[in-house]
């Protein structure tokens, strides 16, 4: 780390975990790392993973996963034998329910053919890997090492942790590949795979991207949006 922790980051940060703790949301139940089979062998686990990371943006993750559970419960399930086969109508047809679902079908066929003809049907364990799949951006490349892998060389960054953070002044970014970087720069690496889901969760009930519930925020003391609400 080079840069220096921001004011009162741990009293925000036990203050929002022991609210998550306490309060369930959507992510936590229906994010990407419940999407596999966990019957599945190892590699269709890590395809499923992938397969639903690449769904997810721009969708919320009750979509996501009805889909994915739709998926797995046909009779050929969802394997990537079985992605390959399909044509690309096929498939926008199967996951038309998620956002940009047209642009995702190519870019999942192209992956497919990609993870069968280079990487020998086995998801990658390597970050400049997995971005060189068509669709796939450092987001969910770092979530696919986390969940596929155990691997955590970065910060997953989507638009709640890219929001929150500001709000909380931790990072002064606009974009969440500036907040990625930022924060690579400070955060404990030990909070490093915890960020993601802890601040998804606390975007979906409390941090909201439209009136944020600062009244019943644990860490409004050291939000600036938070503060100006309790005046």
Not at 177 to 199: G, V, Y
Request: hydrophobic content about 35%; aromatic content about 6%; glycine content about 6%.
């Amino acid at each position: 780390m080079s840069k220096k922790l921001p004011s009162g980051f741990y009293d925000a940060w036990e203050a929002i975990s022991k609210y998550r703790e306490e309060h369930k949301a959507a992510v936590d139940s229906m994010g990407v790392h419940t999407a596999a089979d966990a019957k599945a062998p190892k590699d269709e686990q890590d395809f499923q993973t992938l397969f639903s990371l690449m769904l997810s943006s721009q969708t919320k993750d009750i979509t996501n996963s009805a889909v994915m559970t739709e998926l797995k419960s046909a009779p050929d399930g969802l394997t990537l034998e079985v992605v390959r086969k399909w044509t690309e109508e096929e498939l926008d047809e199967k996951i038309k329910k998620v956002g940009f679902h047209r642009t995702k079908a190519k870019h999942i066929k192209q992956t497919a053919e990609l993870l069968a003809t280079q990487h020998d049907g086995k998801v990658p364990d390597t970050l400049r890997e997995l971005i060189a799949f068509p669709g796939v951006g450092p987001k969910m490349a770092h979530l696919a090492l986390q969940i596929c892998h155990n691997i955590t060389v970065g910060v997953s960054v989507d638009t709640h942790v890219h929001r929150i953070t500001n709000r909380l002044g931790w990072v002064k970014t606009k974009t969440p590949i500036e907040t990625m970087k930022d924060l690579e720069d400070w955060l404990p690496k030990d909070c490093w795979a915890e960020i993601n889901p802890l601040l998804v969760g606390y975007g979906q009930t409390v941090c909201q991207p439209r009136k944020p519930k600062c009244d019943i925020c644990p860490a409004r003391l050291w939000c600036k949006e938070g503060r100006k609400g309790m005046k």
